[in-house]
Nanobody, 127 residues
């Protein structure tokens, strides 16, 4: 069974940077996709970044494109999220997640495809 542990959250001033880490234990099956999701108070969960574990192709929501970068270290089974130019709207609970096996391209930011989740970490932007 795959387990995900996310870390690296905290509080940062607007315009600052933060890096989140997601450590994976267990086997990641062929063609899996990993992603980052966030949920702000009173809002629905948003999938905003995903990466194909083998091919490395990335997918981003418009809300973070150009500011956030998702990457991976397959050897050590670690997923990263580099967040730059943070804004107040980025304040949320962030979680990493794994979609096992093939995931349709148009579904790779959809939470319904993801079966394993980290516990979530808080990221707060302080104006």
């Amino acid at each position: 069974q795959v387990q995900l542990v996310d870390s690296g959250g905290g509080s940062v001033q607007s315009g600052g940077s933060l890096r989140l880490t997601c450590s994976v234990s267990g086997d990641i099956i062929h063609m899996s996709v990993m992603g980052w999701f966030r949920q702000a108070p009173g809002k629905e969960r948003e999938g905003f970044a995903a990466i194909h574990v083998e091919g490395g192709r990335t997918y981003y929501a418009d809300s973070v494109k150009g500011r956030f970068t998702i990457s991976k270290d397959n050897t050590n089974k670690i997923l990263y999220l580099q967040m730059n130019s943070l804004m107040p709207d980025d304040t949320a609970m962030y979680s990493c997640a794994l979609s096992p096996g093939y995931t349709p391209i148009d579904q790779r930011l959809s939470e319904n495809q993801y079966k394993s989740w980290g516990e979530g970490i808080q990221v707060t932007d302080s104006p």
